[in-house]
């Protein structure tokens, strides 16, 4: 295990809720971190420029108010996500932003992130970096992050094809700092099965998009309610990078999603849309393979309680199995 000691004691459980693109933002964050997992945003959903100050200050001001009034409980530190891509032209400026707030943890996606490794550590920030292959992973390491983000089958959004048995283990074998394993993890069980597996913290997303401090559409929460694995749609028509969507909201902006066309590559476009009228994950809303797990919305707190008692069994259950 290889968990910094940032996150030792501040963990309720070992889990980091992913940045969502449009869906995260300061109170989905807050109450991740209030309830003892660790809490993202992309800085890109702070919008203009000058308000990731500003959403950086408020989500300091009301964790460190709750941390004085509640000294016994554990309330994790918040990460910032920054996607390392040529579309996106205020990457160092926010970064300068996250320098001098020292945000703890630095979320990278895309291009290996020297720049962004470079101005966290300087502080003594965290980056951990997400991956969805070894290639990938040999290349960040090298560029001295401090935890690889393993993206896997079934992951929401922009994902991998391989199978988390083999990238965690594969990694592991020579990959000493902190592992997390993103796919499809949507209750306390897969949470178990991650930490399992060797990963030190599991990273989810889908399911918190279905709480109430999301930042999404009713129609999207209920739409994760209904569906299941078999309605997710792995494709690259809207980003031009594959990954994961729901069926049904591609059906609605009137494209068949068991025939869609291939993606123009040279269209990509991450911050706000893709090739097609309906943008990207304002309209094709974005969701892992996890969905069939998820039957309510409800808020965060009681989202990490019902996972926390969910992970204690899984753990008892392996016990019990062990010794039989
Ligand atoms: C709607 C949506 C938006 C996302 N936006 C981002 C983003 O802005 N930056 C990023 O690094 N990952 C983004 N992701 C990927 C997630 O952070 C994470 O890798 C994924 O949700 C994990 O898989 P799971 O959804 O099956 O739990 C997004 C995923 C979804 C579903």
Redo the contacts with the bound molecule.
């Keep these: 295990m290889a968990l910094p000691a940032l996150l030792k004691d501040t963990l309720e459980l070992p889990v980091v809720g992913?940045?969502?693109?449009?869906?995260s933002g300061p109170e989905l964050v807050i109450a991740q971190c209030k309830a003892g997992v660790v809490g993202s945003f992309?800085a890109?959903n702070a919008r203009p420029v000058e308000k990731l100050d500003e959403w950086l200050s408020r989500i300091e001001d009301e964790l460190g108010e709750y941390k004085s009034r509640n000294p016994g409980r554990k309330v994790a530190p918040y990460a910032v996500?920054q996607?390392c891509h040529a579309s996106n032209d205020r990457l160092m400026k926010d970064m300068e932003t996250c320098v001098k707030h020292r945000a703890p943890i630095i979320?990278t996606?895309l291009r290996p992130p020297a720049e962004i490794v470079e101005a966290a550590h300087s502080y003594g920030g965290l980056v951990f970096h997400?991956v969805i292959n070894v290639k990938h992973a040999r290349k960040a390491a090298e560029q001295g992050v401090d935890g690889l983000?393993l993206?896997c089958a079934?992951?929401?959004?922009?994902?991998g094809t391989l199978s988390p048995f083999a990238l965690v283990r594969e990694v592991k074998q020579w990959f000493k700092g902190t592992i997390l394993l993103?796919?499809?993890?949507?209750d306390g069980f897969g949470v178990a099965s991650a930490v399992t597996l060797g990963a030190d913290l599991a990273?989810?997303?889908?399911?918190f998009?279905a709480t109430a401090e999301a930042n999404a559409a009713d129609e999207y929460k209920s739409a994760l309610v209904q569906h299941a694995a078999h309605d997710i749609v792995y494709t690259n028509l809207f980003t031009g990078v594959h990954g994961?969507y729901l069926g049904p909201s591609i059906a609605a902006a009137g494209l068949d999603p068991d025939n869609l066309p291939v993606a123009d590559k040279t269209k990509m476009n991450f911050g706000s849309g893709g090739n097609t009228k309906s943008k990207a994950?304002r309209d094709i809303?974005?969701?892992?393979?996890?969905i069939g797990q998820i039957t309510d919305a409800p808020p965060v707190a009681e989202l990490v309680d019902r996972m926390k008692r969910e992970f204690d069994q899984a753990r008892q259950d392996l016990l019990i199995r062990a010794s039989a």
């Excluded at 992913?18 to 869906?23: T, W």
């Excluded at 079934?154 to 994902?159: D, P, R, T, V």
């Excluded at 990273?203 to 399911?207: D, E, L, V």
Aim: proline share 5%; hydrophobic share 40%; charged share 5%.
């Design positions: 992913s940045p969502l693109f449009i869906v992309p890109l996500n996607i979320i996606s997400d983000i993206v079934g992951a929401g959004g922009h994902a993103s796919g499809a993890i949507s990273y989810m997303g889908t399911r998009i994961n994950w809303w974005g969701s892992g393979q996890g």
